[in-house]
């Protein structure tokens, strides 16, 4: 059976994940100059995603949507190695984005308001003090 060099890829993983996908589609595919690849990892060769010839239509179609679902899922955040502080860290931007796009926070005549009634505040406190002196 004859193959032929499908896709370049310069990620082991991600090479695995589509000879995977490929596999489970019962299309019959080997990757090569992978071990070059994890010794020499910023060597220009990268990883080959080899599919038989009687099957490069398919696989073709298939790798297609592959890449559409991982374009699909470009945006969703991924936290399989993320610590505890870093989901709350990631919760917190989120909540703060929220409130920026709310208009509460970035709104300037809010924002002209609560300067206002810090300074009258602040004048008041003075004349409070000062008061009895005056008198």
Excluded: H
Excluded at 13 to 37: D, K, M, P, T, W
Excluded at 64 to 87: G, M, P
């Amino acid at each position: 059976m004859d193959y032929q060099i499908i896709r370049r890829f310069y990620s082991n993983v991600e090479a695995n994940i589509y000879y995977l996908r490929l596999q489970e589609a019962g299309i019959s595919c080997f990757l090569s100059q992978e071990n070059i690849s994890t010794i020499l990892p910023l060597s220009d060769g990268g990883v080959f995603v080899n599919v038989a010839v009687d099957q490069l239509e398919e696989a073709r179609a298939l790798m297609k949507t592959i890449d559409l679902e991982k374009e699909k899922n470009k945006n969703q955040k991924d936290f399989r190695e993320a610590t505890v502080e870093d989901i709350y860290y990631e919760k917190e931007v989120v909540e703060y984005e929220k409130r920026l796009n709310s208009g509460w926070i970035d709104n300037n005549i809010v924002s002209v308001f609560i300067f206002m009634l810090f300074f009258i505040v602040i004048i008041m406190i003075i004349v409070n003090f000062f008061y009895p002196f005056i008198i």
